[in-house]
């Protein structure tokens, strides 16, 4: 009997020691202290991208100013006179606005930095099937916010225009910067956002969340409450925002279902064989 308890205690030892030791002598493998060193060094170097962008940003913030503020004059052109700049409430609020312009800059532009060191610091937490999506998804994502954001820069006239003349027979508009570029932001950034849909539902699908099939059925729903959605997205009440918002929305739900099918046919056929 004792020699039959020392056989079993030897062999469940052996089992436990052989995982610990493999864990140790595994070069990969890291301790907390070097996941969160790891993790600062990806923080510092991404914060170093933005500052540096921030900087370039900065250095022509009068022609990122003036882009920004291209839809303005056209729109109050008949209120106020082409001439009109927009208006400053106190001592620091000109640079405080400038630095923020400069920073929101400079994290569109160091945004592949950014990814590429999420990217790295998760990387090795991911199977060798995950990481075959990664690069892709980090890309289109970049690619489909950039055309989001672009497509708001150019729809953003319409609001404007209807937000600077609706009382205008009543009052004078004293736009202030941080008012409008508040306004700007908010806008194209939910532009921006609205355009990752195909990336999200994408992703649902290789995590087995949703499917295709799944999304053709409720087709039909999904436009409506899209359409819906776009009138709350878009501030402001004129009707051009809404329909641009719609269209693209809708065409990007039809483009997320073509996307799902293209990437799960290799999974469904391997399910059926």
Known sequence: MATNKVKEQDILSSLFDDDDEDIENDPSAM???????ELRWRIFKAAIAIVVASIAAF???????????????A???????????????GLMEGFTVYLMISVAVGFVISLPVVLYQVWGFIAPALYEKEKKYAVPFILVGIILFAMGVSLGYIVLRYPIQ??????????????????????????????????????????????DLITAKTLTKKRAATHVGMWIASTFLTPGADIYS????????????????????????????????
């Open 242 to 273: 809404p329909i641009f918002l719609g269209v693209a929305m809708s065409f990007l739900f039809e483009l997320s279902i073509i996307f799902i099918r293209f990437t799960t046919r290799k999974k469904v056929a391997e399910a059926v064989e």
């Open 75 to 89: 729109a109050q052109a008949d209120v106020l006179g082409r001439d009109h700049k927009l208006i400053v409430t």
């Open 31 to 37: 301790s907390l202290v070097d996941h969160l060193e």
């Open 162 to 207: 209807w937000l600077v003349t609706f009382a205008s027979n009543s009052f004078n508009e004293l736009i202030t910067a941080g008012s409008y570029f508040s306004f700007v932001a908010f806008f194209m950034l939910a532009f921006g956002i609205v355009f990752e849909i195909p990336l999200v539902l994408t992703f649902m699908a290789q995590v």
């Open 59 to 73: 250095i022509f913030r009068e022609q990122i100013v003036q882009i920004l503020t291209y839809p303005l004059p």
